[in-house]
C-alpha cells in the first residue's frame, strides 16, 4: 500500500502544500520543480515524521572546488582550447 499525502508541512509548521493527496514520488517531483524555479532552497528535502510528510530546509550545498567536472558535462563540452 502506498502513502498518500494531502499536506505536507516546512518543518517550522508553516503549510507547503495542501490538496489532492500526493504518493511520496508525486510529492518528490513537486519539490524537485519547486528546487528548479526558485521556490524551495537547494538542498530541501522530504521527511515521513510519524505519517505525515515534512519539507526540511537542509542546508545549502556548496559547489564542490576538489572534484573535477566531466568535460561532457562542463559548459564547452568536449571542446578544449
Known amino acids: 500500500m502506498t502513502?498518500?499525502?494531502s499536506q505536507i508541512r516546512h518543518a517550522d509548521g508553516r503549510a507547503y502544500y495542501q490538496?489532492?493527496?500526493l504518493s511520496l514520488a508525486e510529492a518528490q517531483i513537486m519539490l524537485?520543480?519547486?528546487?528548479?524555479?526558485?521556490?524551495v532552497r537547494v538542498g530541501a528535502y522530504l521527511q515521513v515524521d510519524g505519517g505525515r510528510l515534512v519539507l526540511v530546509n537542509g542546508p545549502a550545498l556548496r559547489r564542490s572546488v576538489n572534484r573535477p567536472v566531466p568535460p561532457a558535462l562542463s559548459p564547452r563540452g568536449d571542446q578544449r582550447g
Open 32 to 39: 524537485n520543480d519547486d528546487i528548479l524555479r526558485g521556490r
Open 19 to 21: 490538496g489532492t493527496p
Open 3 to 5: 502513502n498518500a499525502f
